[in-house]
């Protein structure tokens, strides 16, 4: 099964950005970025597709972008504008052929 390797999360103060990245080890088809905030449900943020295409939800659009590298194996969100209430576990998920693959989870802080 391919493997997942995420990073770029860290501490920021609100306003500022951060970029997180997810490399798989081997081909990869569609891949979305998760995230879980304490005491919440984990929540789809951006649905990247393999021709390049990308979706947003609707109250993230304008601040969250993916994306994917040009070898399609490395899956970015770039996160700007960053606001306390996006802290979260970010998590990629990644669709291989031997079926789909998560990443282990990077924490993302932003304080006031």
């Known amino acids: 099964q391919v493997q997942l390797v995420e990073s770029g999360g860290g501490l920021v103060q609100a306003g500022g950005s951060l970029r997180l990245s997810c490399t798989a080890s081997?081909?990869?088809?569609?891949a979305d970025w998760y995230r879980q905030a304490p005491g919440k449900q984990r929540e789809l943020v951006a649905q990247?597709?393999?021709?390049?295409?990308?979706s947003s939800i609707v109250s993230l659009a304008g601040r969250f972008t993916s994306s994917r590298s040009k070898d399609k194996n490395t899956l970015y969100l770039q996160m700007n504008s960053l606001k306390p209430e996006d802290t979260a576990v970010y998590c990629c998920?990644?669709?291989?052929?031997?079926?789909?693959?998560w990443g282990q989870g990077i924490q993302v802080t932003v304080s006031s």
């Open positions: 998920k990644m669709y291989a052929p031997g079926g789909p693959a």
């Open positions: 081997g081909a990869i088809a569609n």
């Open positions: 990247t597709w393999r021709d390049g295409s990308t």
